[in-house]
């Protein structure tokens, strides 16, 4: 019935407040975490969850939901779900305690909204259900339905493109061997004193030279290297992602750089890397329509590629053995879709039972959410130096001919300390410079992500003090856990033209010396935030 306003209002608070008392009195009971990713995952397409469609063009907003159904310390939702093609508006909350149903006026109520009141169908209704009961109730399923019968007695029919019959499923499959579902155990956590190197196409001759290069590199005392595999778009803003077979690089080879690296007594983070052949660095990968919006369609098509390509590697981890899998480097425009990422974490849990980890741009740990679902905060440590000593009041930073020293990088570094301190502390996770470095040129640490360029001056110690304040600063931290320097040359040049080596890569460079002295050091890791 269509109530006067100022009835509607003494109503609704009647409502709310039986509505209150009762989910404050039923009976809940703290689900396991493999459960609530059960309940994620069933749902189709794991699809973002703020704003719930519901009949008659209305929606519902998760903070207004929040008020109504958290009456727990500390009870948060799993997923809520709403069944568009219900009369009567039906509302399923999945939350970490219990699953609420609430119907469309129930809601209307709680928002004293009197016109969607009169919407939906039915009466104000609202149940809590605590999980153990779920696969003890009563279904009846039909071409397109499924019809519940709940503990009170009242029948709910669902619809099964909603999704939400899938999501009961999984709680009826994890009720009936919860010991089935358990997770696996990550390998423990060791400090990684590594180098990044990157492989490309192994012919006979190349093979030979990363063989030298490899026992090299176990030379500077290291005892991990990150191979990283590249693959290729040919624009920033075109979606298809050419990898392996398709630029040359097959599998065989994939395998013999890991066996290369086995054979050196190596352990290994193989990172899948995406690069754009227009040069446009990969953090701008973007798909913007006609009218500059993003293209949906365009980035569906992207993930669709990535994935395939991730997965491919991470199978080959699997089979390998490998410690770590990096899920991706610097993919900054793409760290807004938490939900393709978790999808892809939990793709990638499936397949491989190492660590894993996300290598984000310095500075932007804060844009990434999905850190709860990876083991290690994966970071290129290529910090606007020169911003921080500017910061300092170190003078003449800013100067053509200035020329940082080693005094100056300790200063520059201790509050990026901090910052990262402060990260591990809030996501409970260890720091890995997965990505860290600066080229052997004269006043390049201020911009340490900083390529090469022809009117650079070698400049060797330089690129050693950086080298030597990174260590003094991360080595003792108990949320570090170690370094994969950018980067190790595939194939050694010679050390008598070092002179003209004004790039990364630290092989006969003073910097050498400074790895193998603090790779020579015990450090065992014990993880504290």
Partial sequence: NILPKEDFQAFADAVNEKTKEQMQAAERQQITPILAEMIEYA????????????????????????VLCRFAPGESFVLVASDSRNPEGMIYVFSTHALYVISGKTFACHIRHGSLYN????????????YQIL??????????????????????????KSGIPACLDAIADYFKEPNAHAKKTTPPLEFLKGHTLIVSHLDPKMTEKLTESMRALARTKADMVTLAIMAEMETFNTPRIRWGDQIGFTDTMMHKAIEIARDNNL???LKPMVNCKDTIWRAWIDFPDASGRRDLTAWATWWDEYNKFILHYVEIAQKTGCEMVCLGCEMSS?????????ELIHETRKRYDGLLTYNVNHGGADHVRFWDALDVIGMSGYYHLGHYMRQAGIEGVDKPDYRATLEDLRTAWKPIREELRQTSRQWKKPIFFIECGVLSARGVSRTPWQHSSPDLVYDGQEQADFYQAVFETFWD?????????????????????IHKQVNFEIYCKPAEDIVRQWYGRPRPFSFQP
């Fill in 43 to 66: 749902y189709p397409n794991y699809q973002p969850r703020f704003v719930l469609p519901l009949p008659h063009d209305w929606a519902v907003a998760k903070d207004e939901l929040r």
């Fill in 119 to 130: 919407a939906f169908e039915g009466r104000p209704y609202s149940r809590v259900i605590p």
């Fill in 135 to 160: 696969p003890t109730l009563k279904y009846h399923d039909s071409a397109s339905t499924r019809q519940v019968t709940l503990p009170d007695g009242r029948t709910v029919k669902i619809s099964k």
């Fill in 267 to 269: 352990k290994i983070v």
């Fill in 334 to 342: 793409t760290e807004s879709f938490e939900i393709k990422w978790r």
């Fill in 477 to 497: 931290e108990p949320w570090f856990l170690g370094f994969a320097w950018w980067a190790w040359p595939p194939s050694l040049y010679s050390c008598q033209e």
